[in-house]
């Protein structure tokens, strides 16, 4: 079984960055696909980035190319959500997701394909 614990989530201004972390524990981080997913209020969660367990493949939603970043420290069992230009649109609930069984580069964009989730971490941006 895997626990995922988020954090970093916090009210910033448009244009500023911010640094989501989620630390892994319980299960074999090494060869976990992990994600993050949002849900912003009234919405559906929302995929926003993957990277696979060898990390060599990453893959980004459309509004976040470019400003949001994905990494992993297999040492720490840590992946980070390194957001930013940051915009009001961004405001949501930020949710970590692993995935277990899958390729070296395999990423996966529904919420089907993760079988474990954080409790989501708060990240509101303000304009």
């Known amino acids: 079984q895997v626990q995922l614990v988020e954090s970093g989530g916090a009210l910033v201004q448009a244009g500023d960055s911010l640094r989501l972390s989620c630390a892994a524990s319980?299960?074999?981080?090494?060869?976990?696909?992990m994600a993050w997913f949002r849900q912003a209020p009234g919405k559906e969660r929302e995929f926003v980035t993957a990277?696979?367990?060898?990390?060599?493949?990453?893959d980004h939603a459309d509004s976040v190319k470019g400003r949001f970043t994905i990494s992993r420290d297999s040492a720490k069992s840590t992946v980070f959500l390194q957001m930013s230009s940051l915009k009001p649109e961004d405001t949501a609930v930020y949710y970590c997701?692993?995935?277990?069984?899958?390729?070296?580069?395999?990423?996966?964009?529904?919420?089907?394909?993760?079988?474990?989730w954080g409790q989501g971490t708060q990240v509101t941006v303000s304009s």
């Open positions: 997701a692993a995935a277990a069984g899958r390729s070296s580069w395999w990423t996966g964009r529904q919420r089907y394909e993760y079988r474990y």
């Open positions: 990277i696979s367990w060898s990390g060599g493949t990453a």
């Open positions: 319980g299960g074999t981080f090494t060869t976990a696909t």
